[in-house]
């Protein structure tokens, strides 16, 4: 059965420093993987998503992850860190059927 | 596109009663829908998967005599949590799947709360 695994449940970057957001995955075939993003009281947005073909997925609002098989992960990153990014982060994987599982997500701050 | 949409966004109710979640897919067809809980600061817990015009299947340790799933149209999925209790009070996410892809599109959420 699949599993994701994010490291830190809190990540606090200035604004304007680089933003790294850790995912490490568990799947027993190839995975879809996802990255989603949620503002209070509020639903999920997909930010991108890994399928097929390039490993270095560019999503919405300048953020970008890197599926890399060897090491099971799929870290999210940011070059420049804006007050506007802090919110929930989760990482989620799917084993190409209908069931999506979520990490615990990472709570990301922005300091001014 | 792929817009979901989830009435009403938040609801408080007595111990006892009964209340129900819709979720509409607004710009496109969801052949599967999908039922979340999500408490305070907490991940998304799949509850169950419906698909059109069948039974809902329920994730272990779901009470489907409990939460009470409907999907009577490609549009629209209802979840009726019956009987409430206020450890039922939480976060309730819809989502929707085409079934062209494995992409499922997420609705706001609606925040229960049983007194």
């Known amino acids: 059965a699949q599993s994701v695994t994010q490291l830190g449940s809190h990540v606090s970057v200035s604004e304007g420093a680089l933003v790294l957001l850790r995912c490490n995955y568990s799947?027993?075939?190839?995975?879809?993987l996802f990255w989603y993003v949620q503002y209070p009281n509020q639903g999920l947005q997909l930010l991108l998503k890994?399928?097929?073909?390039?490993?270095l997925v560019k999503g919405i609002n300048g953020f970008e992850a890197e599926f890399k098989k060897s090491e099971t992960s799929f870290h999210l990153t940011k070059p420049s860190a804006h007050m506007s990014d802090a919110a929930e982060y989760f990482c989620?994987?799917?084993?190409?059927?209908?069931?999506?599982?979520f990490g615990k997500g990472t709570r990301l701050h922005i300091l001014p | 596109g792929a817009v979901v949409s989830q009435h009403p966004s938040w609801v408080i109710c007595k111990s006892g009663t009964s209340v129900k979640i819709e979720c509409r897919s607004l710009?496109?067809?969801?052949?599967?829908m999908f039922w979340y809980r999500q408490f305070p600061k907490q991940s998304l817990m799949l509850m169950a998967t419906?698909?059109?015009?069948?039974?809902?299947?329920?994730e272990q340790g779901v009470e489907k005599d409990k939460f009470l799933i409907n999907h009577a149209s490609l549009t629209l999925s209802t979840l009726t949590v019956t009987s409430a209790h206020p450890e039922d009070s939480s976060f309730y996410i819809c989502?929707?799947?085409?079934?062209?892809?494995?992409?499922?599109?997420f609705g706001p959420g609606t925040r229960l709360t049983v007194t």
């Open positions: 710009d496109f067809q969801a052949t599967t």
């Open positions: 799947s027993s075939v190839p995975p879809y």
């Open positions: 989502s929707g799947e085409t079934g062209a892809s494995y992409e499922q599109y």
């Open positions: 890994y399928t097929t073909g390039a490993t």
């Open positions: 419906s698909n059109e015009g069948s039974k809902a299947t329920y």
């Open positions: 989620a994987v799917s084993e190409r059927d209908d069931k999506i599982i």
